[in-house]
């Protein structure tokens, strides 16, 4: 048996594995884009590192067995996907609203504190239903029985948290790159509104992978 805490042939699939889902666009990587075009570079960082924490969330229940809780009460987990869409709906119908009947104080508030970046991200990634199939069909294949569960555990977060950085910061930085564009009159209101309907999608997403 390897001396490490994972089979490297495992990891290296676990890799290829992970790198795709990192990268698909999904309720996360909608988040980042719409939070950097609303908010900047500074805020789609901050809901980042916020989705990753609920990510490392997610990775400490597993270690502790209450991913084993969640997939036995599934109507509790759901109830969390509601809850999370329904936060992602009304912040998507708050940047509509803006860019339909006040453009302007819409394009101004956006250098104000406002809301926590961090908290939104961690939000919408702890009701993510991506996260659930990631814990209940894509991780346990390459989880070795054999093997001390915790190390593992600690392998697989570091590489699906460094991935899911790399991959929800280029969204958010993209995202980020268009909002240099809010200084035109005519580019604000298409910019509120597709921001809306960049977070209300990503709401129908987790609705849909809830079910």
Known sequence: MSA????????????????????????????????????????????VVGMNAATLVWFACSA??????????????????LAGAA?????GLTSLWAGIKDVERHASARVRAGRSAFLDGFMVQIANPKILLFFSAVLP???????PLVPQLIMFACATIGMDLVSMSAY?????ALSTRMNAPGFRRGFAILVGVLLITAAGLILSRGR
């Open 172 to 176: 958010g930085l993209g995202g980020a």
């Open 87 to 91: 936060y992602l709906v009304w912040l």
């Open 141 to 147: 294949p390459f989880l070795d029985v054999k093997r």
């Open 4 to 47: 490490l805490p994972v089979d490297p042939a495992r990891y290296g699939a676990f890799l290829v594995s992970m790198f795709v889902l990192a990268i698909t666009p999904g309720p996360a990587n909608l988040f980042a884009i719409a939070t950097g075009m609303e908010r900047g570079k500074g805020a789609a960082l901050r809901g």
């Open 64 to 81: 502790l067995g209450l991913g084993a809780l969640i997939l036995a009460f599934p109507k509790a987990f759901h109830v969390l996907a």
